[in-house]
């Protein structure tokens, strides 16, 4: 079915594999290194000229809101994947209404979220145990992040299901602007420099905050200025009330989606739960080690982003011959990517660690002995990411789920308590390699298999709208290309 869209649409059903993921790949790595970089430039900022407590109260504050991210992650990568797929087989209405149905629903989530939030913060906080020198400033610096979360929430949202059309190359636009400005005003509103009041941990949220809603606001203008293919006009804008069809693709697969990240942040919580047991030192040291792993973990969620979207418009156009070898070039960027930086956090990791922690010896020789024992388990957590990717492309969702809640809870949890009484911390950091290369080999193990390649993902298909859109938008403009 042939239908409307805008040269910002990237086919990515066609052409030299290798070439054509890299290039779509890389803006979306980029936006991910500068979104850790600006989190670990605001940490640098937070930790120089407000002490340990602050870090640690940051280190706190982070895990939770990337558990709130999870809350509509799914959702978003639902929508990725539909959005893909019908781009694949041409149909840009139903790409359309899967975007306005995920960006709806997310709207009222976001702000019931934002709500529930604010005003549970204390009792989350008192949950991870956080250390009582660092909880009036975690308090006030996740109170005023979740101020941002509507923002935040919705421009990852839009982001996703550009990334779902093929343009990698919008969401790397805004991300620079969100990070150039959050960068600016961290300083300003932490020291209060010139007329501005110095406002502390709370500056450095209030920045972030201002900064997602100053992106969003300018992504939409963009979206629209620039007729990108999944704007809503006119009668198309019906499509942000969810939609009963769309909902119960979004739901039965962006739950299971969403769950894998709120599985993942719940071992996180259950991690920095038991990090903080041993004391303000080690909560410290991780939390600067956290900066350097957020880093290592990027190659594996923008590779598995590229290979997941390149495989649903694939998966939508029954190119099938493709999907082996997106597999194998994702597997092999990742390894290369992932290596090299490991190698360099490990040659370099004093000075990387001092930009977190200063001149604080102690709390340095403590977050390297993280660094040697967890680093490298990221290329195997890697792997697992791409496979998982490419699976998610045709719908496959339940048991990605189940392999990370076997591997974070039985095997890494199940790990440091029996290794705690024998090594003591150090089956903490130990349990990291572990899980990570037990998940591999659980992924490897289905993905050969075979089976998840049977699956539907049974996106909604409406004839009659889709001729209409095509009779009322008629401009060049408006069109996808057709394929030779």
Known sequence: MAGPATGKARDLTQGAIAATLLMFAIPTLASNILQSLNGSINAIWVGRFLGAQALAATANANIIMFLMFSVVFGFGMASTVMIGQAMGRRDIVAARRAFGSAVGFCTVMAIVVATIGWLGAPALLHMLATPTEAFDMALVYLRVIFIAMPASLLSVMMM?????????????????VSVVIDLVLNPVLILGLGPIPAMGIAGSAAATAAAGFISLIALIFYTYAKDLPLRLRGPELAFLRPAADEMRVLLGKGLPMGLQMIVMSASGLVMIGLVNREGLLVTAAYGASQQLWTYLQMPAMAMGAAVSAMAAQNVGAGRWDRISRITGFGIGYQLLITGSMVAVMLVFHEPLLALFLGDNGPAIAEAW???????????????????????????????PLLILMFTLFVVRIGFYYLGYPVIGVDALWFSFPVGSFFSLLLAFLVYIHGGWRKAKLLVPVHEEECRESVNSDAEPAGRIAPTG
């Open 160 to 176: 996703m299901g550009l990334r779902g059309v093929g343009d990698a190359r919008t969401p790397l636009i805004f991300m620079i």
């Open 369 to 399: 002995h993280m660094q040697l024992r967890v680093s490298w388990s990221f290329i195997a957590f890697g792997c697992t990411m791409i496979l998982f990717g490419v699976m998610r492309a045709n719908g496959v969702v339940v048991k």
